[in-house]
């Protein structure tokens, strides 16, 4: 069975250090990857997939197969990145059905 | 496009009672997907619908709870006499007939359930 697991509950880092948020995954097939972000009051939202290979709000994630990460990095963090980051995989289930496996999550605070 | 709705946003039952949770999917979505997140947890993969079918339901606990999609109208999660340990957050998602496993999933904000 597919899982996902986000190690740190809370991450904390100053305005303009780097941050990474640690992702991994075991899943015996090819996995499609994704970052979701919940600001404070507002809904659950993809920042990015993997398989887009894009830069989002200054997020990237690399697929790293071998190691099965999926870690979510940024460069120069901004006190607006304060939200609660969740990794999930994507996969087929038993009739065709694409569900998402989520990580329990890690909150961010970027402190200023 | 108004994006997933769902209501109630909070829901305070009483242990045995029945909980009603609705979702309307964007417009245009013909797939309906939910989940629940227990305190300190992930979202966890309940059911999955379509128009009229329920296509995956092995996220579902076995009983007590049941999960529609009419033909019209919203999708509805419902769970009868429910329990303190349902409490938790229930989230719907909805996204375009099945374009493989990239399609995203558009999130609603979801209702938070509370037996008490």
């Known amino acids: ?32 990857l994704f970052w979701y972000v919940q600001y404070s009051r507002q809904r659950l939202q993809l920042l990015l997939r993997h398989i887009s290979r894009e830069s989002i709000k200054g997020f990237t994630a690399d697929l790293n197969k071998g190691e099965t990460s999926f870690h979510l990095k940024k460069p120069f963090a901004q006190e607006e990145d304060s939200a609660m980051y969740y990794c999930a995989l994507s996969t087929i289930s038993s009739g065709s059905a694409r569900q998402l496996t989520f990580g329990s999550g890690t909150q961010l605070t970027v402190l200023p | 496009n108004a994006g997933v709705m769902q209501n109630p946003r909070h829901l305070v039952r009483r242990r045995g009672q029945e909980a009603r949770l609705r979702c309307s999917p964007m417009k245009g979505h013909s797939h309906v997907y939910w989940y629940r997140q227990l305190p300190e947890e992930g979202l966890k993969f309940m059911v999955y619908l379509q128009k009229e079918n329920i296509i995956d339901e092995s996220g579902m606990p076995k009983e007590r709870f049941s999960a529609e ?9 419902r769970i009868q006499q429910v329990v303190r340990g349902d409490s938790a957050a229930y989230f719907c998602a909805s996204s375009p007939a099945f374009g493989g496993l990239n399609t995203e999933a558009f999130f609603g904000q979801g209702t938070r359930l509370t037996v008490v």
């Open chain 1, 1 to 32: 069975a597919q899982r996902v697991t986000q190690p740190e509950k809370l991450l904390s880092v100053f305005k303009g250090a780097p941050v990474e948020l640690k992702c991994n995954y075991s899943y015996s097939g090819s996995p499609e």
């Open chain 2, 69 to 77: 999609f009419p033909k019209e109208g919203p999708s509805i999660l």
